[in-house]
């Protein structure tokens, strides 16, 4: 199984990652998907994204690859 899986979320003015969403997911891989959004909420918190010079929430799309032999 191999494909890319193209994921949404939002990191908060505290760098919190949430409203994690499936934009485009692996074809025929309903685990990847699923796995894709468990790594993201489990990472650290990011660098909040700044306007004039406050901190604001921002979108990101993230695209991960899987490769399982």
């Known amino acids: 199984i191999s494909g890319k899986c193209h994921l949404k979320f939002v990191v908060d003015e505290n760098g919190g990652i949430s409203n994690v969403e499936i ?24 660098k909040p ?4 010079g406050r901190a604001v929430r921002v979108y990101f799309n993230l695209p991960i690859n899987f490769k399982i032999q």
């Open 23 to 46: 934009l485009k997911g692996v074809a025929g891989c309903q685990d990847c998907d699923k796995e894709a959004i468990r790594v993201v909420k489990a990472m650290p918190k990011w």
């Open 49 to 52: 994204g700044k306007q004039t």
